[in-house]
């Protein structure tokens, strides 16, 4: 476990068994919260994209006790497809679902939102949004004794930040899904939440134009004068998945060090200009 992710063993999670969608090598988010899982003695399964993943996600997964490692590229429903029936074959149910999964157009990460194209907010609408509906109408059928599904999203859903464009845009439409769907799948004690993380250097991250930008901008504005850390995600990540959050649905939840409060530049931040 690597030392930013640690945190107290215990049982949290155990007999819980879960899906990871999203895990691209350690810096990760998806990896956290499956560090945070494992920790509580949770059992794992793992998604990745294509054959170049797979050589980094198979020892991840291994050194969490994890020898189901499927591809799923989520453009490709009989990839999906064949996920769910692998789990069902396996393991019979299923507790939880982990979706870490966006993409859009690094050229489309920088300038202006109005400039984006059609094909580029239909891609980024499937492969961001669309995929944890997805996701969620094949988890249902297996989570016969209740369950959670937890998505990460950005405050870029909800207020304009430079770059983000039309992930900006998806990722509101993620966080609608997850109240529609907290809607839909209540009555079967199917919890759905979102976790909108503070910015973190992730291969996903680095597509984002002028991002070391945002993540001092954020360091130096949050309340808490620091930017999120893998622990800070893994264990909201772990309690959203967890009984401890038995009681919550349709809830988007900021791990971000405080960051979405804010109004304005913090009294004592220098000016962003002589950073
Ligand atoms: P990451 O690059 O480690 O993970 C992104 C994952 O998405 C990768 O595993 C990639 O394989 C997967 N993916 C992309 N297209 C896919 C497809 N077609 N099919 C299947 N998988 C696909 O980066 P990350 O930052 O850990 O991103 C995980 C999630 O967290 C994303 O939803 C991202 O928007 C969100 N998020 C990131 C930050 C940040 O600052 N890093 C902040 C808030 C939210």
């Avoid at 990460?152 to 859903?157: K, P, R, V």
Wanted: charged share 20%.
């Amino acid at each position: 476990m690597s030392e930013d992710a640690s945190m107290t063993a215990g049982s949290l999670m155990r007999g819980k068994k879960g899906l990871i969608m999203g895990v691209a090598n350690d810096r990760s988010i998806a990896w956290g919260i499956s560090e945070a899982i494992h920790a509580q003695g949770g059992e794992l399964a793992f998604t990745y994209q294509g054959e170049a993943l797979k050589k980094r996600v198979e020892p991840l997964a291994a050194s969490v006790g994890s020898d189901i490692v499927l591809p799923c590229d989520v453009t490709d429903t009989a990839s999906l497809d064949a996920v769910f029936a692998t789990l069902k074959d396996t393991w019979g149910k299923l507790d939880f679902v982990l979706h870490a999964i966006a993409y859009s157009d690094k050229e489309e990460l920088k300038g202006r939102y109005v400039d984006t194209s059609a094909e580029n907010f239909a891609q980024s609408m499937m492969i961001s949004a669309y995929s944890f509906t997805a996701v969620a109408q094949r988890a249902e059928p297996l989570m016969t004794d209740g369950g959670s599904l937890v998505t990460l999203t950005y405050l870029g859903a909800e207020r304009v930040i430079p770059h983000y464009n039309v992930m900006g845009v998806a990722k509101a439409a993620l966080e609608a899904s997850v109240r529609y769907l907290a809607e839909d799948l209540g009555r079967s004690d199917i919890r759905v939440n979102g976790l909108s993380a503070g910015p973190m250097k992730t291969l996903a991250a680095s597509g984002i134009g002028d991002f070391r930008y945002i993540l001092k901008w954020n360091e130096l504005n949050s309340p808490l004068r620091r930017n999120v850390s893998m622990a800070d995600v893994g264990g909201a990540g772990m309690y959203l998945l967890s009984d401890l959050a038995s009681g919550v649905t349709g809830e988007t939840h900021h791990v971000d060090c405080g960051y979405h409060t804010v109004g304005m530049k913090a009294v004592d931040a220098p000016d962003i200009s002589t950073v």
